[in-house]
């Protein structure tokens, strides 16, 4: 089996909560979104620092988002004069990024989240009207190839974790769009 199928379900389950159901049915909330795109922000920079200190990034010129995001981020904010910060579960996933111990498990989260936005980013960034110049990437292909090259079967585990922090951070937003679950 590949990654990818061996973290289907995970992945399958992080589409269809309603936070991102919320994204493709055009109902989404430009404050929450807001909010979500500076959450973001936060664990991308851990993920390509971490990612740097392992040298995953050697090869992958063009993968870095995490000031785009930033970008993106001051731009939506413009007309908008709410304060935001971090938030418990993102400072979570964020002190266990700084904690991970090998290079194949930062990959993994590289992997879930950067790879995420190469593809899924692609329809998000038709829908969502913002800001997101973070979901465009010169390289695509480019960066698909090296990126799926240098992952293992072996880290199916850590990635779905990854996709398990993804869904818990979803999750803290569907209870804001009135979705407890």
């Not at 430009?30 to 995953?56: C, H, N, P």
């Amino acid at each position: 089996m590949s990654l990818k199928e061996l973290t289907a379900d995970k992945h399958a389950e992080a589409e269809t909560t309603p936070f991102m159901k919320a994204v493709f049915a055009r109902t989404m909330p430009m404050d929450v979104w807001t909010d979500y795109t500076y959450q973001k922000r936060g664990w991308y920079e851990v993920i390509e620092a971490r990612a740097k200190e392992y040298g995953l990034l050697d090869n992958l010129a063009g993968i870095e988002r995490s000031a785009l995001i930033m970008e993106d981020f001051k731009n939506m904010m413009k007309y908008d004069g709410t304060f935001y910060k971090m938030s418990q579960v993102s400072l979570d996933y964020c002190k266990y990024i700084s904690e991970l111990d090998s290079a194949e498990k930062v990959l993994a989260h590289l992997y879930t989240w950067h790879l995420g936005d190469m593809f899924g980013g692609q329809m998000i960034k038709k829908i969502i009207d913002a800001p997101s110049k973070h979901l465009e990437f010169e390289n695509a292909r480019e960066l698909m190839t090296t990126v799926r090259s240098m992952l293992t079967d072996d880290m199916a585990e850590e990635a779905n974790t990854a996709f398990d922090w993804a869904i818990k951070i979803l999750r803290e937003y569907d209870i804001r769009l009135g979705q407890n679950i």
